[in-house]
């Protein structure tokens, strides 16, 4: 990048760090929603929901705690997010607690507004906890999932002469800020022998991604499912390469560091990522019915979000030292790359103590220490 470039993306990096899915909405709602929660939007999720999964037996808590009065704030990614799929797998008139929902466009925002108290709990990639760390902001990854890589991809137009990694250099590639893609890109550029300095980061978020590829604006686009496939079907894109050996494998739920500090919220906490533990493994057993639901909440064709089901789907794992030594290798490699202003310790931004929501083993709480104490 030129002189001017890199300073603008060092302006942009230190305010993405102070911002924080990795999923995204889909294109033809997210502008709208983007309005709506600048308002304030948010629903309930006192709706009945219908699907396969098995009941966990009643509204009380898992532990002793009464969290039938329990108010969490739940961030999403409208369609592929955590109510789309609690709706799906017959869970979501299961959560024992009060719910609003509030849809973001990508992690990075929603950790924004968690950071701000706004959101209590929210899934999201790779890089928004990294970047959110870097920002001191008082947040905790409180649960893990594994995904399959073929979720990620770098994609170029159909018709275009770029068909190697090292072909990219000087070209303009367009990502989302802070987001999984933008690992993703710094690893597959980083493999190739290149830096962010090779190439022209253009930062948008999906939909505009997704037009600005269509429309030749940029050169290729750095994106995750369902807009990978979305692309592909539309006859816009070509995939350059998926996540197979490059990213990083996991995706992280995240939780305010106040949610944690209150027992009652983080009782509820812990029946939350139960709940989405046992939707997600719904999920990778029943493709079709997931599919079927994904479609409908994202507006795209059934064919798309069939395939997109099959690319995208993820295991609820433990968090355990290799998962905490990956989400540090995400962390170095921004700093590293210049991304992100210094080291971010992230033993100090995990959370082990619902690791048995998973299935893992139960260890003892992490003191709930503001990270900027400590």
């Known amino acids: 990048m030129t002189t001017t470039n890199t300073a603008r993306h060092h302006r942009a990096a230190r305010r993405a760090a102070r911002a924080g899915r990795r999923r995204a909405l889909p294109l033809a709602a997210s502008m709208a929603l983007l309005a709506l929660v600048a308002a304030g939007c948010s629903s309930s999720s006192g709706s009945t929901a219908s699907g396969g999964a098995a009941s966990t037996g009643g509204a009380a808590s898992a532990g002793t705690t009464d969290v039938s009065k329990v108010t969490l704030h739940i961030g999403d990614q409208a369609g592929s997010g955590a109510q789309a799929l609690l709706t799906a797998a ?63 991809a770098l994609l170029v137009p159909k018709n275009s002469a770029i068909h190697t990694i090292a072909q990219l250099k000087g070209k ?15 690893t597959v550029l980083n493999k190739a022998g290149l830096s962010v300095h090779d190439v022209t980061l253009v930062y948008l978020q999906p939909a505009e991604g997704l037009a600005a590829l269509a429309s030749g604006h940029v050169d290729a686009w750095d994106i995750w499912s369902p807009f990978v496939e979305q692309a592909e079907a539309a006859d816009h894109a070509r995939e350059l390469v998926s996540g197979v050996g490059y990213g990083s494998p996991y995706s992280f739920t995240v939780a305010s560091r106040g949610a944690l500090a209150d027992p009652a919220k983080a009782a509820a906490i812990r029946d939350y990522l139960k709940l989405l533990a046992q939707a997600h493994a719904w999920a990778a057993t029943h493709e079709a019915a997931w599919a079927a639901v994904w479609a409908k909440a994202t507006g795209l064709p059934s064919a798309v979000m069939t395939q997109a089901a099959k690319d995208d789907f993820a295991t609820a794992v433990p968090i355990t030292p290799a998962v905490i030594s990956s989400e540090q290798s995400v962390s170095n490699a921004f700093t590293s790359a210049g991304l992100i202003p210094g080291h971010v310790d992230f033993t100090k931004y995990v959370v082990t103590s619902f690791n048995n929501t998973a299935g893992g083993p139960h260890e003892p709480d992490v003191p709930l220490v503001p990270a900027h104490h400590r």
Not at 114 to 141: L, T, W
Not at 177 to 185: I, K, N, P, V
């Open 90 to 152: 017959g869970l979501l008139s299961k959560l024992p607690f009060k719910a609003t929902w509030s849809d973001f466009t990508s992690g990075p925002p929603m950790l924004q507004a968690m950071a701000g108290g706004a959101v209590d709990i929210g899934s999201v990639g790779n890089a928004p906890p990294v970047f959110a760390a870097a920002g001191g902001d008082n947040i905790a990854i409180v649960g893990a999932f594994q995904a399959n890589p073929h979720g990620s």
């Open 172 to 186: 303009r590639i367009a990502v989302a800020q802070g987001s999984s893609a933008d690992y993703h890109l710094l």
